[in-house]
Nanobody, 125 residues
Framework: QVQLVESGGGLVQAGGSLRLSCAAS????????MGWFRQAPGKEREFVAA????????YYRNSVKGRFTISRDNVKNTVYLQMNSLKPEDTAVYYC??????????????????WGQGTQVTVSS
């Protein structure tokens, strides 16, 4: 079993920054991709960013490219999401997830095995 614990959400004004963290634990932790998804009220969960654990390749949805940066610390089994130039439309609950073994594209939430509890990000205008 793998546990994911997110932190770092909060309320920020438009143009501000936040850094989300997601710490993974569990004796059987293994990761092919770790990703961040978000879900705004009344909307479906959507892909935000992902990182391939081995090699560190990164992937982003178009609307966050140049503003968000995903990174990982292999020793701490932690993934980060640095969010800059935040916009009101970034407001959502942000979830981290792990795809333990390759089971498909990083883009689709159904390919991930474990999920965190979510952390609220609110961007005021």
């Amino acid at each position: 079993q793998v546990q994911l614990v997110e932190s770092g959400g909060g309320l920020v004004q438009a143009g501000g920054s936040l850094r989300l963290s997601c710490a993974a634990s569990g004796r059987t932790f293994s990761s092919y991709y770790m990703g961040w998804f978000r879900q705004a009220p009344g909307k479906e969960r959507e892909f935000v960013a992902a990182i391939r654990w081995s090699g560190g390749s990164t992937y982003y949805r178009n609307s966050v490219k140049g503003r968000f940066t995903i990174s990982r610390d292999n020793v701490k089994n932690t993934v980060y999401l640095q969010m800059n130039s935040l916009k009101p439309e970034d407001t959502a609950v942000y979830y981290c997830a792990v795809q333990s073994y390759y089971s498909g594209s990083y883009y689709y939430s159904g390919n991930y095995d474990y999920w965190g509890q979510g952390t609220q990000v609110t961007v005021s205008s």
